[in-house]
Nanobody
Framework: QVHLVESGGGLVQAGGSLRLACAAAGRTWSILAMGWFRQAPGKEREFVAAVRWSGGNTYYADSVKDRFTISRDNAKNMVYLQMSSLKPEDSAVYYC??????????????????WGQGTQVTVSS
């Protein structure tokens, strides 16, 4: 089992920045990739960004490219999401996820095995 705990969410004005963090514990040696997803009320969960644990290749949804940056610290078993130029449409619960089987940094939620409890991000206009 891998346990994930997100932190760093909050309320920010449009144009502002936030940094989310996700701490992984447990069988972290099994992690091949980690991702961030988000879900707004009444909408499906959507891919935001992902990073391969080995090599550090990163992947982004078009909607956040050039505004968000995902990074990881393997030694600390942490993954971060630096969010800049935030827009009201970025408001959602953000979830951290870990993949133990594929390692591709996929945008498909079903390819992730472990999920955090989520952290709320609200961007006011």
């Amino acid at each position: 089992q891998v346990h994930l705990v997100e932190s760093g969410g909050g309320l920010v004005q449009a144009g502002g920045s936030l940094r989310l963090a996700c701490a992984a514990a447990g069988r972290t040696w099994s992690i091949l990739a980690m991702g961030w997803f988000r879900q707004a009320p009444g909408k499906e969960r959507e891919f935001v960004a992902a990073v391969r644990w080995s090599g550090g290749n990163t992947y982004y949804a078009d909607s956040v490219k050039d505004r968000f940056t995902i990074s990881r610290d393997n030694a600390k078993n942490m993954v971060y999401l630096q969010m800049s130029s935030l827009k009201p449409e970025d408001s959602a619960v953000y979830y951290c996820a870990a993949d133990r089987d594929y390692g591709l940094g996929s945008e498909v939620a079903g390819e992730y095995d472990y999920w955090g409890q989520g952290t709320q991000v609200t961007v006011s206009s």
